[in-house]
């Protein structure tokens, strides 16, 4: 069956969101260092350096990746990676495409810190649920009064665990924009064989 013209602007708009992220300054310049109050009541207040991401940076990006976590998104990851399972015909490409998809999925699913807040686990996809819908994106009336009745420090480690993931989660968008690439934009190129990763 051939890629409709929908599927085919689909996979358009993902490359452009792909490219779109390689080309945000949160790519291309080096992690700013934030120094924070400790703020544990000592007479001296040290600060405590972060590495992190500039905020503004950090927001900015998340405006673009997101399109790639809604289903209604074009450039929805999961829709993308089906329809390359089922009109690509190289098994290879599809072998990465199933390594990213596996990869994305098992990112999704970390909890760095085995961080929990009123007895539920943390997972990079409920802190980045939680901080793009208290208002980065809109406002989840009910996940700005969760975030707004956390105790000091959680929101700074909500940023921290989706922070941390945004590379793992950027390599899998780059893998699957590879596969695009070889099967579509330049097709009979030499194609580098999949090998499982050593875990």
């Known amino acids: 069956m051939l890629l409709t013209k929908d599927d085919r602007d689909r996979i358009e708009i993902f490359k452009q969101r ?3 992220l390689r080309d945000s300054r949160l790519l291309n310049t080096a ?6 109050s400790r703020g544990l009541g000592a007479t001296e207040d ?11 940076q950090f927001r900015s990006f998340l405006q673009t990746f997101r399109q790639f976590t809604l ?11 089906n329809l390359i399972e089922k009109h690509c015909g190289d098994d290879n490409l599809k072998a990465w495409e199933r ?9 999704w699913a970390q909890n760095p810190l085995s961080y929990s807040l ?8 409920k802190a980045f649920s939680l901080l793009l819908y208290e208002g980065i994106t809109h406002t989840d009336l009910d996940k700005w009064r969760k975030l707004s009745s956390l105790p000091t420090g959680a929101h700074g ?7 941390r993931s945004l590379g793992d989660l950027f390599q899998c968008l780059r893998i699957v924009d590879s596969v695009i690439f070889y099967w579509i934009d330049s097709p009979g190129q030499p194609v580098p064989t999949f090998e499982e990763p050593d875990t």
């Open 71 to 81: 289903d209604k998104e074009p450039a929805y990851f999961y829709r993308i990676c």
């Open 118 to 125: 009123s007895g539920e686990q943390i997972t990079v996809e």
């Open 99 to 107: 390594h990213a998809r596996a990869f994305w999925k098992a990112t």
């Open 157 to 163: 480690t909500l940023y921290w665990i989706v922070q």
């Open 18 to 20: 792909v490219q779109n």
């Open 46 to 56: 040290p600060e405590t350096p972060f590495e992190g991401y500039d905020e503004e």
């Open 31 to 36: 992690q700013v260092t934030f120094k924070g």
